[in-house]
C-alpha cells in the first residue's frame, strides 16, 4: 500500500508542477510499479527490504521526469568552410533556445542584442559573452499568433510533425478528406524599427477567425521603450497595424481545394522604405487558380500575391507590386534598390527587383513546372506574357529560397555589395556578385542546414537561423601561419615566385638578404624605395611592413600596414622560406 501511495504522489507532483512529460515517461514509471510494488512480499518483509523497493519505484519516477524536464544543454561546436575569398570561421549553437512547436522563425537587432523569433511566435532577446557562450533571455511578448485556436480547428496538434515543407498527399488520401495542416500555421517575418530610446517590434503571421472558418495574414507591432523591452517590462501590448483581405476560407467552394490551408505561401517579409512606411510582401497562399476559384495574385482587390506599403501611424495599405508566388525574400540596399527572393514551383525560383507598380506575373508567368509535370499549366504564350516583369535570375530546379541580404557591413570587404541569399532545401548561402543591374555569378557556400533567416551582426559578422533552431555565425577566420597570411594580405600584389611576370609588385623569392629594389623584370620601382638602399633583412622587413610610409616615404606600396608583431614574425618566417 505504501508503494501505491507513493506512485500516487509522483504523479500528484507531475500534475502541481504543470510538467510536459511523455506517454513513454508514464508508461516507464507505471511498468515500475508493476514490478515493484510485489517486490516486498518476494524479498521479505522486513522494513530494509520494503525500503529498497519503495527507493527503486522513486528513483524510476524521479530519473524519468528529469530526463523530461532537465533541459538539453546548449552546445557550440567550431568549424571552417573553405570560399573564393574567405576561410570562414564557421560557430554554430545548438540548442541555445527553448524548443518552437513548429519550424520557422526570424532575425532582428535590437539595441546592442539582437531578437530571435521562433515559429511559434515567442521572442528570445540574446547576445555572446564569450564565443562559446550565447546568451538568451525569453521574453514575455509572445507574437499574437493563435496557433492553438487553430490546432483545434484542425483537430491536429500545433507540432512540427513532418521534415519537409511538402503536402502530404498520402496522409490527405488514406484520411479520405482535406486536411488542415497545423504545423504548417507560424509566424513568418520580424523587423525592428529603434526611434530614439523608442523600438517598435513589428512580425507578420497567420491568424485564424474561428467563427468564419477562414484565416488572414496580420502585422502586429509592439511599441515602447527599447530598455523596458529587453528587462521584459513594456507596459504596451500588441496591436494589429495591417490584415490581408479577403478572409480565406477552408470550407466551401471558395477554399483552395485538396490542401486547402498552405501556410508556409505567406510571405510575411518586412523592410522600412523610410520612417513612416513599411512594406511587407503577402503569399498567395496558394490560390493561384489552378487549385483554387480566384487567382489572387493577378486580383487588385485582394492583398494576396502583392507587396504592400502600410503606414505605419495610421495603418494605410497599397499595392506596391503584383504577381507574386511566395516572395520570402525583402532588402533595400543603401541605393534605395529593392531586392526579393520569391518561391517558384517546381523550379522557377527568382530573384526580383521591386519597381512599384511593376506585375511580375504569377500565375501566368514561371520559369518553373507544376508538381510531377513538364510544364505549368496556366503560363501564358510568350507574346501573352509581355508587359510583365522578368526576374533577374531564376534557379531551376528549385533551391527553396528563403530571405536575402545585401553586405555593407566591414567584415566582408571582399564581399562588400554582394547580395546573400538563403536557401531552406539546398542548406546552402548563395553570394551573389551583382554590378550594374545584374547577377555575374553565385558562389555556393554550403552550410548543411535548410536557412529560415539571416542578417548582418553589429560587427559585420553574419548569422543566420535555421529551421532545425540553429543559430550560425559566420565571420572571416584570422590567419595564424606565415603561408596563410601571406596569401591573405600579400599574393594579391606579389608572387613567392615568379610565375607568369611580374604582378602590380615584384615577386619576393629570395627576399632576404636581396637588395633593396633590385629586381630587373620589375621597372616600377618608386624612386624613393630606389634610394632607400642596401639589403632586405628580418629587421628592415618588419619595420617596412609594419608601417610602409614611416620606412619609406613616397613608396608606392599601397598597404597600410600589420600592427600585430606576432603577423609580422609569421610572414616573415614564411618570407625566409622562399
Partial sequence: ?????????????????????????????????????????????????????????????????????????????????????????????????????????ALARIGDRYLVMSGDGRLHVFSWETVDHVIVSTLPYRAPINGEAFSAAAGRPWADHFHANAPQEGQRRQAGHEILNAEWFRAYGL????????????????????????????????????????????????????????CLPVRGEHRRRGIPFVGYFGGGRMALLGTDTLLLTVGDFGFDGLASVHAYPQDPSASYGKTITINIRDGYAAIFTAGHRNPQGLYVDPFGTIWSTEHGPQGGDELNRLVRGANYGWPYATYGTDYGSFSW???????????????????????????????????????????????????TLFRARVREGQV?????????????????????????????????????????????????????????????????????????????????????????????????????????????????????????????????QAIIGYLRTL
Fill in 440 to 568: 555575374k555569378y553565385l558562389e555556393a557556400v554550403p552550410i548543411g542546414s535548410g536557412i529560415r533567416d539571416l542578417m548582418e551582426g553589429h560587427d559585420g559578422s553574419l548569422l543566420l537561423w535555421t529551421d532545425d533552431q540553429l543559430l550560425i555565425s559566420l565571420r572571416p577566420r584570422e590567419s595564424t601561419t606565415g603561408e596563410a597570411l601571406f596569401a591573405e594580405k600579400c599574393s594579391s600584389c606579389h608572387q613567392s615566385k615568379l610565375i607568369s611576370g611580374n604582378r602590380i609588385g615584384p615577386d619576393l623569392l629570395g627576399i632576404l638578404g636581396r637588395r633593396v629594389a633590385s629586381v630587373e623584370s620589375y621597372p616600377d620601382y618608386s624612386s624613393s624605395l630606389r634610394g632607400v638602399g642596401g639589403t632586405w633583412t628580418e629587421e628592415r622587413l618588419a619595420e617596412f611592413l609594419k608601417a610602409p610610409g614611416n620606412f619609406c616615404p613616397g613608396t608606392r606600396m599601397d598597404f597600410e600596414g600589420e600592427a600585430s608583431t606576432t603577423k609580422l
Fill in 191 to 246: 523587423l525592428v524599427q529603434e526611434v530614439g530610446a523608442v523600438a517598435r517590434i513589428f512580425v507578420s503571421h497567420p491568424y485564424w477567425h474561428a467563427t468564419e472558418e477562414c484565416w488572414t495574414e496580420r502585422v502586429s507591432v509592439l511599441e515602447s521603450d527599447r530598455a523596458a523591452i529587453l528587462r521584459g517590462e513594456a507596459s504596451s501590448e500588441w496591436k494589429t497595424l495591417y490584415e490581408t483581405t479577403p
Fill in 1 to 105: 500500500m505504501a508503494t501505491t501511495a507513493i506512485f500516487g504522489v509522483v504523479f500528484l507532483g507531475f500534475v502541481l508542477a504543470k510538467a510536459d512529460y511523455s506517454r513513454a515517461i508514464t508508461l516507464g514509471i507505471f511498468t515500475a510499479a508493476l514490478v515493484l510494488v510485489p517486490a516486498p512480499y518476494f524479498v521479505g518483509t522486513a522494513a530494509l527490504h520494503q525500503a529498497l523497493a519503495l527507493g527503486g519505484l522513486l528513483a524510476a519516477a524521479a530519473g524519468s521526469f528529469a530526463l523530461r524536464v532537465t533541459p538539453e544543454t546548449a552546445l557550440h561546436t567550431n568549424s571552417l568552410i573553405k570560399t573564393e575569398f574567405y576561410n570562414l570561421d564557421v560557430h554554430t549553437y545548438s540548442n541555445a533556445f527553448p524548443k518552437s512547436a513548429v519550424r520557422g522563425g
Fill in 377 to 427: 499549366p496556366l503560363n501564358k504564350s510568350e507574346a501573352g506574357q509581355k508587359g510583365y516583369e522578368v526576374p533577374v535570375f531564376a534557379w531551376v530546379p528549385s533551391i527553396a529560397v528563403s530571405n536575402l541580404v545585401g553586405v555593407e557591413r566591414g567584415a566582408f570587404s571582399q564581399w562588400q555589395g554582394d547580395l546573400l541569399i538563403a536557401t531552406l532545401k539546398a542548406a
